[in-house]
Protein backbone atom coordinates (compact mmCIF):
# COMPACT_ATOMS: atom_id res chain seq x y z
CA UNK A 1 0.00 0.00 0.00
CA UNK A 2 2.83 2.59 1.07
CA UNK A 3 4.76 1.90 -2.46
CA UNK A 4 1.30 2.63 -4.26
CA UNK A 5 0.78 5.45 -2.57
CA UNK A 6 4.55 7.00 -3.24
CA UNK A 7 4.07 5.94 -7.06
CA UNK A 8 0.79 8.15 -7.16
CA UNK A 9 2.41 10.67 -4.97
CA UNK A 10 5.55 11.03 -7.49
CA UNK A 11 3.03 10.69 -10.77
CA UNK A 12 1.32 13.98 -9.48
CA UNK A 13 4.57 15.90 -8.37
CA UNK A 14 5.96 15.08 -12.08
CA UNK A 15 4.04 18.06 -14.21
CA UNK A 16 4.69 16.29 -17.70
CA UNK A 17 3.60 12.79 -16.64
CA UNK A 18 0.61 14.18 -14.62
CA UNK A 19 -0.22 16.15 -17.34
CA UNK A 20 -0.15 13.28 -19.64
CA UNK A 21 -2.20 10.96 -18.27
CA UNK A 22 -4.61 13.70 -17.89
CA UNK A 23 -4.97 14.22 -21.50
CA UNK A 24 -4.88 10.25 -22.30
CA UNK A 25 -7.98 9.94 -20.17
CA UNK A 26 -9.31 12.84 -21.81
CA UNK A 27 -8.50 11.61 -25.49
CA UNK A 28 -10.10 7.98 -24.45
CA UNK A 29 -12.98 9.29 -23.04
CA UNK A 30 -13.53 11.27 -26.41
CA UNK A 31 -13.14 7.71 -28.53
CA UNK A 32 -10.61 9.42 -30.20
CA UNK A 33 -8.31 6.90 -32.58
CA UNK A 34 -5.30 5.13 -31.56
CA UNK A 35 -3.11 7.79 -33.65
CA UNK A 36 -4.77 10.47 -32.03
CA UNK A 37 -4.67 9.28 -28.40
CA UNK A 38 -0.97 8.92 -28.94
CA UNK A 39 0.20 11.92 -30.77
CA UNK A 40 -2.47 14.23 -28.04
CA UNK A 41 -0.36 12.27 -25.04
CA UNK A 42 2.69 12.43 -26.30
CA UNK A 43 2.93 16.57 -27.58
CA UNK A 44 1.31 17.37 -24.27
CA UNK A 45 3.94 15.62 -22.52
CA UNK A 46 6.82 17.19 -25.00
CA UNK A 47 4.91 20.84 -24.20
CA UNK A 48 5.12 20.42 -20.33
CA UNK A 49 8.66 19.34 -20.39
CA UNK A 50 9.32 22.51 -22.84
CA UNK A 51 8.03 24.60 -20.59
CA UNK A 52 9.64 23.42 -17.24
CA UNK A 53 13.44 23.52 -18.86
CA UNK A 54 12.31 27.71 -19.94
CA UNK A 55 11.48 27.77 -16.64
CA UNK A 56 14.27 26.85 -15.17
CA UNK A 57 16.65 28.40 -17.87
CA UNK A 58 14.80 31.63 -16.54
CA UNK A 59 15.14 31.07 -13.49
CA UNK A 60 19.17 30.46 -13.98
CA UNK A 61 19.48 33.85 -15.42
CA UNK A 62 17.58 35.62 -13.00
CA UNK A 63 19.17 34.21 -9.47
CA UNK A 64 22.60 35.82 -9.50
CA UNK A 65 20.25 39.42 -9.40
CA UNK A 66 19.43 38.64 -5.98
CA UNK A 67 22.81 38.65 -4.54
CA UNK A 68 23.50 41.70 -6.46
CA UNK A 69 20.62 43.41 -4.73
CA UNK A 70 21.83 42.17 -1.33
CA UNK A 71 24.86 43.90 -2.24
CA UNK A 72 23.51 47.11 -3.01
CA UNK A 73 21.63 47.34 0.13
CA UNK A 74 23.99 46.00 2.29
CA UNK A 75 21.42 43.11 2.86
CA UNK A 76 23.89 40.44 4.97
CA UNK A 77 22.27 37.81 3.92
CA UNK A 78 22.21 35.81 6.90
CA UNK A 79 20.18 32.49 7.82
CA UNK A 80 16.83 32.65 9.03
CA UNK A 81 18.25 29.45 11.76
CA UNK A 82 15.21 27.27 11.46
CA UNK A 83 15.19 24.50 13.76
CA UNK A 84 14.33 21.94 10.94
CA UNK A 85 14.27 23.49 7.83
CA UNK A 86 12.65 22.19 4.56
CA UNK A 87 14.85 19.30 3.37
CA UNK A 88 14.28 18.09 7.31
CA UNK A 89 10.39 18.37 7.06
CA UNK A 90 10.23 16.98 3.41
CA UNK A 91 12.97 13.69 4.79
CA UNK A 92 10.41 13.64 8.27
CA UNK A 93 6.72 13.97 7.27
CA UNK A 94 7.17 13.26 3.22
CA UNK A 95 4.08 10.55 4.18
CA UNK A 96 2.04 13.19 5.51
CA UNK A 97 2.45 15.89 2.75
CA UNK A 98 1.62 13.21 0.39
CA UNK A 99 -1.67 12.28 1.97
CA UNK A 100 -2.69 15.03 2.35
CA UNK A 101 -2.00 16.06 -1.14
CA UNK A 102 -4.11 12.93 -2.39
CA UNK A 103 -6.96 13.47 -0.25
CA UNK A 104 -7.16 16.99 -1.13
CA UNK A 105 -7.10 16.61 -4.69
CA UNK A 106 -9.79 13.79 -4.39
CA UNK A 107 -11.69 16.58 -2.37
CA UNK A 108 -11.11 18.76 -5.45
CA UNK A 109 -12.56 16.69 -8.04
CA UNK A 110 -16.04 16.03 -5.86
CA UNK A 111 -16.48 20.26 -5.56
CA UNK A 112 -15.96 20.28 -9.01
CA UNK A 113 -18.62 17.17 -10.23
CA UNK A 114 -21.19 18.16 -7.66
CA UNK A 115 -21.51 22.27 -6.45
CA UNK A 116 -21.44 25.30 -8.99
CA UNK A 117 -17.14 25.45 -8.84
CA UNK A 118 -16.20 23.71 -11.90
CA UNK A 119 -12.54 23.57 -11.84
CA UNK A 120 -9.91 20.84 -11.53
CA UNK A 121 -6.55 22.04 -9.83
CA UNK A 122 -3.92 20.47 -12.39
CA UNK A 123 -0.97 22.23 -10.89
CA UNK A 124 1.12 19.22 -9.84
CA UNK A 125 4.01 20.80 -7.86
CA UNK A 126 1.97 23.49 -6.64
CA UNK A 127 -0.42 20.74 -4.90
CA UNK A 128 2.79 19.18 -3.42
CA UNK A 129 4.12 22.64 -1.69
CA UNK A 130 0.75 23.84 -0.51
CA UNK A 131 0.76 20.77 1.57
CA UNK A 132 3.87 21.07 2.67
CA UNK A 133 3.64 25.08 4.03
CA UNK A 134 0.30 23.49 5.49
CA UNK A 135 2.20 20.62 7.59
CA UNK A 136 4.79 23.03 9.02
CA UNK A 137 2.31 25.18 9.92
CA UNK A 138 0.84 22.13 11.60
CA UNK A 139 4.29 21.40 13.37
CA UNK A 140 4.57 24.86 14.62
CA UNK A 141 1.28 24.48 16.17
CA UNK A 142 2.43 20.97 17.66
CA UNK A 143 -0.24 18.97 15.89
CA UNK A 144 -0.10 15.11 15.78
CA UNK A 145 0.87 13.06 12.65
CA UNK A 146 -3.12 12.42 12.38
CA UNK A 147 -3.90 15.99 12.50
CA UNK A 148 -1.44 17.06 10.49
CA UNK A 149 -2.83 15.38 7.80
CA UNK A 150 -6.25 16.36 8.56
CA UNK A 151 -5.08 19.94 8.81
CA UNK A 152 -3.32 19.83 5.35
CA UNK A 153 -5.86 17.92 3.42
CA UNK A 154 -8.65 20.21 4.41
CA UNK A 155 -6.29 23.70 3.93
CA UNK A 156 -5.01 22.48 0.53
CA UNK A 157 -8.66 21.42 -0.64
CA UNK A 158 -9.76 24.97 0.38
CA UNK A 159 -6.49 26.29 -1.50
CA UNK A 160 -6.86 24.76 -4.85
CA UNK A 161 -10.58 25.28 -4.88
CA UNK A 162 -10.90 28.41 -3.18
CA UNK A 163 -8.16 30.63 -5.22
CA UNK A 164 -8.55 29.71 -9.12
CA UNK A 165 -12.13 30.82 -8.46
CA UNK A 166 -11.12 33.82 -7.29
CA UNK A 167 -9.17 34.79 -9.94
CA UNK A 168 -11.41 33.08 -13.11
CA UNK A 169 -12.87 36.16 -13.61
CA UNK A 170 -9.95 37.99 -14.03
CA UNK A 171 -8.09 35.31 -16.52
CA UNK A 172 -11.46 35.47 -18.45
CA UNK A 173 -10.91 39.05 -18.98
CA UNK A 174 -7.40 38.51 -20.05
CA UNK A 175 -8.02 35.57 -22.58
CA UNK A 176 -11.54 36.26 -23.58
CA UNK A 177 -12.46 32.53 -23.34
CA UNK A 178 -13.07 30.38 -20.18
CA UNK A 179 -10.61 27.63 -21.95
CA UNK A 180 -8.34 27.03 -18.63
CA UNK A 181 -8.04 28.93 -15.75
CA UNK A 182 -5.08 29.43 -13.21
CA UNK A 183 -3.72 27.23 -10.46
CA UNK A 184 -0.72 29.14 -8.76
CA UNK A 185 0.05 30.75 -6.01
CA UNK A 186 -0.11 34.17 -7.49
CA UNK A 187 -3.57 34.94 -6.44
CA UNK A 188 -3.61 37.42 -3.87
CA UNK A 189 -0.84 39.37 -5.45
CA UNK A 190 -3.15 38.97 -9.31
CA UNK A 191 -6.21 40.46 -7.67
CA UNK A 192 -4.67 43.19 -5.69
CA UNK A 193 -2.98 44.50 -9.23
CA UNK A 194 -6.15 43.51 -10.76
CA UNK A 195 -7.93 45.97 -8.74
CA UNK A 196 -5.01 48.30 -8.55
CA UNK A 197 -4.83 48.28 -12.47
CA UNK A 198 -8.64 48.51 -12.88
CA UNK A 199 -8.90 51.66 -9.99
CA UNK A 200 -5.44 53.77 -11.65
CA UNK A 201 -5.29 52.21 -15.28
CA UNK A 202 -7.16 53.00 -19.03
CA UNK A 203 -8.22 50.37 -20.55
CA UNK A 204 -7.18 52.47 -24.09
CA UNK A 205 -3.68 51.52 -24.12
CA UNK A 206 -2.50 47.90 -23.60
CA UNK A 207 1.00 47.09 -22.65
CA UNK A 208 0.95 44.77 -26.37
CA UNK A 209 0.30 48.16 -28.17
CA UNK A 210 3.49 49.72 -26.97
CA UNK A 211 4.54 51.35 -30.50
CA UNK A 212 7.84 51.17 -31.71
CA UNK A 213 9.77 53.30 -34.40
CA UNK A 214 10.42 51.24 -37.97
CA UNK A 215 13.87 51.24 -37.09
CA UNK A 216 13.38 49.43 -33.75
CA UNK A 217 10.52 47.36 -34.97
CA UNK A 218 12.46 44.49 -33.86
CA UNK A 219 11.72 45.19 -30.57
CA UNK A 220 7.99 43.97 -30.73
CA UNK A 221 10.00 40.08 -30.70
CA UNK A 222 9.66 39.59 -26.99
CA UNK A 223 12.66 37.35 -27.18
CA UNK A 224 14.55 40.35 -28.39
CA UNK A 225 12.82 42.85 -25.38
CA UNK A 226 13.18 40.57 -22.66
CA UNK A 227 17.08 40.08 -23.54
CA UNK A 228 17.61 43.88 -23.74
CA UNK A 229 15.90 44.77 -21.14
CA UNK A 230 17.74 41.97 -18.81
CA UNK A 231 20.85 42.96 -20.23
CA UNK A 232 20.67 46.60 -18.62
CA UNK A 233 19.23 45.33 -15.65
CA UNK A 234 22.95 43.70 -14.88
CA UNK A 235 24.44 46.38 -16.04
CA UNK A 236 22.62 48.91 -13.97
CA UNK A 237 22.89 46.67 -10.66
CA UNK A 238 26.86 46.00 -11.62
CA UNK A 239 27.75 50.09 -12.29
CA UNK A 240 25.47 50.92 -9.00
CA UNK A 241 27.62 48.16 -6.42
CA UNK A 242 30.82 48.69 -8.98
CA UNK A 243 32.33 45.80 -11.53
CA UNK A 244 34.52 44.48 -9.40
CA UNK A 245 32.33 43.56 -6.47
CA UNK A 246 29.24 42.78 -9.17
CA UNK A 247 31.69 40.35 -10.22
CA UNK A 248 32.19 38.51 -6.93
CA UNK A 249 28.35 38.78 -6.19
CA UNK A 250 27.39 37.02 -9.26
CA UNK A 251 30.24 34.46 -9.08
CA UNK A 252 31.90 35.03 -11.91
CA UNK A 253 35.45 35.86 -13.57
CA UNK A 254 34.76 36.82 -17.22
CA UNK A 255 34.20 40.30 -18.27
CA UNK A 256 30.90 41.86 -16.68
CA UNK A 257 29.82 43.04 -19.93
CA UNK A 258 30.03 39.89 -22.21
CA UNK A 259 28.56 38.23 -18.82
CA UNK A 260 25.60 40.71 -18.83
CA UNK A 261 24.62 40.19 -22.68
CA UNK A 262 25.16 36.48 -22.14
CA UNK A 263 22.56 36.45 -18.98
CA UNK A 264 19.89 38.59 -21.07
CA UNK A 265 20.18 36.50 -24.12
CA UNK A 266 19.74 33.33 -21.73
CA UNK A 267 16.60 35.08 -20.34
CA UNK A 268 15.32 36.04 -23.87
CA UNK A 269 16.13 32.17 -24.70
CA UNK A 270 14.57 31.17 -21.81
CA UNK A 271 11.17 32.99 -22.14
CA UNK A 272 11.16 31.93 -25.93
CA UNK A 273 11.46 27.79 -25.11
CA UNK A 274 8.50 28.60 -21.86
CA UNK A 275 5.66 30.21 -24.79
CA UNK A 276 6.69 27.27 -27.01
CA UNK A 277 5.94 24.92 -24.51
CA UNK A 278 2.93 26.79 -23.61
CA UNK A 279 1.40 26.45 -26.79
CA UNK A 280 2.16 23.24 -27.79
CA UNK A 281 0.81 21.63 -24.47
CA UNK A 282 -2.59 24.07 -24.56
CA UNK A 283 -2.97 22.87 -28.16
CA UNK A 284 -3.48 19.14 -26.66
CA UNK A 285 -4.53 19.50 -22.86
CA UNK A 286 -8.00 22.19 -23.40
CA UNK A 287 -9.37 19.95 -26.16
CA UNK A 288 -8.18 16.73 -23.87
CA UNK A 289 -9.76 18.10 -21.13
CA UNK A 290 -12.86 18.29 -22.98
CA UNK A 291 -13.26 14.24 -22.35
CA UNK A 292 -13.03 14.52 -19.13
CA UNK A 293 -15.58 17.77 -18.77
CA UNK A 294 -18.28 16.01 -20.78
CA UNK A 295 -18.16 12.42 -19.28
CA UNK A 296 -17.45 12.62 -15.70
CA UNK A 297 -17.25 16.37 -14.35
CA UNK A 298 -19.65 18.19 -16.52
CA UNK A 299 -18.57 22.16 -17.62
CA UNK A 300 -15.63 21.54 -15.42
CA UNK A 301 -11.71 23.63 -16.70
CA UNK A 302 -8.40 22.79 -15.77
CA UNK A 303 -6.34 25.38 -13.63
CA UNK A 304 -2.75 25.07 -14.94
CA UNK A 305 0.30 26.89 -13.99
CA UNK A 306 0.66 30.73 -14.42
CA UNK A 307 3.23 30.44 -17.60
CA UNK A 308 0.60 29.73 -19.27
CA UNK A 309 -0.78 33.04 -19.48
CA UNK A 310 2.27 34.69 -20.53
CA UNK A 311 1.80 34.17 -24.32
CA UNK A 312 -1.45 36.43 -23.61
CA UNK A 313 0.42 39.84 -22.55
CA UNK A 314 4.48 39.04 -22.77
CA UNK A 315 5.18 42.47 -22.61
CA UNK A 316 3.40 42.99 -18.96
CA UNK A 317 5.48 40.05 -17.79
CA UNK A 318 8.55 42.40 -18.28
CA UNK A 319 6.79 45.14 -16.77
CA UNK A 320 5.60 43.31 -13.97
CA UNK A 321 8.98 41.96 -13.53
CA UNK A 322 11.16 45.18 -13.41
CA UNK A 323 8.95 46.99 -11.73
CA UNK A 324 8.08 44.96 -8.71
CA UNK A 325 11.79 44.57 -8.23
CA UNK A 326 11.98 47.93 -7.94
CA UNK A 327 9.38 48.27 -5.17
CA UNK A 328 10.04 45.19 -3.64
CA UNK A 329 13.74 46.43 -3.43
CA UNK A 330 12.83 49.73 -2.15
CA UNK A 331 10.55 48.04 0.62
CA UNK A 332 13.44 45.58 1.57
CA UNK A 333 15.82 49.10 1.97
CA UNK A 334 12.72 51.04 4.28
CA UNK A 335 11.32 48.35 6.22
CA UNK A 336 15.19 47.66 7.05
CA UNK A 337 16.23 50.27 8.17
CA UNK A 338 13.10 51.24 10.23
CA UNK A 339 13.85 48.04 11.99
CA UNK A 340 10.17 46.75 11.18
CA UNK A 341 11.07 43.21 10.70
CA UNK A 342 13.60 41.24 13.14
CA UNK A 343 14.91 39.14 10.63
CA UNK A 344 16.48 40.23 6.75
CA UNK A 345 14.06 39.56 3.71
CA UNK A 346 16.10 39.73 0.62
CA UNK A 347 14.93 40.18 -3.25
CA UNK A 348 12.68 37.67 -4.06
CA UNK A 349 13.59 37.55 -8.30
CA UNK A 350 11.36 34.46 -8.42
CA UNK A 351 8.36 35.78 -7.29
CA UNK A 352 8.79 38.83 -9.28
CA UNK A 353 9.06 37.25 -12.13
CA UNK A 354 6.70 34.32 -11.79
CA UNK A 355 3.63 35.87 -9.54
CA UNK A 356 3.95 39.29 -10.36
CA UNK A 357 4.57 39.01 -13.87
CA UNK A 358 1.19 37.04 -14.29
CA UNK A 359 -0.89 39.79 -11.29
CA UNK A 360 0.49 42.16 -14.10
CA UNK A 361 -1.07 40.81 -17.04
CA UNK A 362 -4.19 40.58 -14.74
CA UNK A 363 -3.80 44.36 -14.08
CA UNK A 364 -3.19 45.09 -18.05
CA UNK A 365 -5.90 42.95 -18.69
CA UNK A 366 -7.88 45.31 -16.06
CA UNK A 367 -6.22 48.92 -16.60
CA UNK A 368 -4.06 48.13 -19.77
CA UNK A 369 -0.24 49.65 -19.25
CA UNK A 370 -0.73 51.86 -16.84
CA UNK A 371 -2.87 49.41 -14.85
CA UNK A 372 0.11 46.66 -15.06
CA UNK A 373 2.50 49.44 -13.68
CA UNK A 374 0.55 50.68 -10.71
CA UNK A 375 -0.60 47.09 -10.15
CA UNK A 376 3.23 45.39 -10.09
CA UNK A 377 4.15 48.71 -8.08
CA UNK A 378 1.61 47.82 -5.34
CA UNK A 379 2.44 44.28 -5.84
CA UNK A 380 6.14 44.58 -5.10
CA UNK A 381 4.82 45.95 -2.18
CA UNK A 382 2.83 44.05 -0.75
CA UNK A 383 5.14 40.69 -1.19
CA UNK A 384 7.77 42.08 1.14
CA UNK A 385 5.07 42.73 3.76
CA UNK A 386 3.17 39.10 3.14
CA UNK A 387 7.15 37.56 3.82
CA UNK A 388 7.39 39.77 6.77
CA UNK A 389 3.83 38.66 7.98
CA UNK A 390 4.92 34.68 7.07
CA UNK A 391 8.55 34.04 8.28
CA UNK A 392 7.45 34.79 12.61
CA UNK A 393 5.02 31.39 11.88
CA UNK A 394 7.09 29.35 10.27
CA UNK A 395 10.39 30.18 11.95
CA UNK A 396 11.15 26.70 13.84
CA UNK A 397 10.34 24.79 10.23
CA UNK A 398 10.48 26.49 6.77
CA UNK A 399 11.39 29.79 7.18
CA UNK A 400 14.57 29.04 4.90
CA UNK A 401 12.12 28.26 2.50
CA UNK A 402 9.36 30.86 1.99
CA UNK A 403 12.25 33.54 2.03
CA UNK A 404 13.07 32.57 -0.94
CA UNK A 405 9.58 30.97 -2.79
CA UNK A 406 7.08 33.57 -0.39
CA UNK A 407 5.58 36.86 -0.76
CA UNK A 408 2.56 34.92 -2.54
CA UNK A 409 -0.09 32.80 -1.59
CA UNK A 410 2.05 30.41 0.42
CA UNK A 411 2.55 33.50 3.29
CA UNK A 412 -0.88 34.38 2.96
CA UNK A 413 -2.07 30.94 3.37
CA UNK A 414 0.32 30.05 6.48
CA UNK A 415 -0.59 33.07 8.03
CA UNK A 416 -4.15 32.10 8.00
CA UNK A 417 -3.50 28.22 8.42
CA UNK A 418 -1.59 29.41 11.35
CA UNK A 419 -4.84 31.07 12.88
CA UNK A 420 -6.96 27.74 12.21
CA UNK A 421 -4.33 25.14 13.66
CA UNK A 422 -4.74 27.06 16.78
CA UNK A 423 -8.13 25.70 16.76
CA UNK A 424 -7.10 21.99 17.11
CA UNK A 425 -6.78 20.17 19.95
CA UNK A 426 -3.30 20.67 21.38
CA UNK A 427 -2.54 23.71 18.70
Not at 243 to 263: K, P, R, W
Not at 396 to 415: E, H, K, P, R, Y
Request: glycine share 10%; hydrophobic share 55%; aromatic share 10%.
Amino acid sequence: MQTVMDFLIEVIREPAIFLGLIALTGLLLLRKDFSSVVSGTAKTVIGVVILTQGTNILMNSIAPLTEGFNVMYNIDNPEVAPALGADTILSQYGTQIGLAMLIAFLINLVVARFTPIKHVFLTGHMLFWFPFIFVAVGIENDLSNTQLVLFASILTALYIIIAPALLRPFVRKVTQSDDFIIGHPTTILSLIAGMVGKLFGTKGKSSEDIKFPSSTEFLREISITSSIVMFFVYIVVSMIIGFDTASTAFGVEQNLIIYSVMQGILFGAGLTVLLLGVRMMLAEIIPAFQGISQKWIPNAVPALDAPILFPYAPNAVLIGFVVSMVTSVATIFITGSMGVFSFVIVPLTITCFFEIGTAAIIANGQGGLRGAIAGSAVAGVVMILLVGLSVPILSGTAADWIVIFGGNDFSLWSFLGDLIARLFPGG
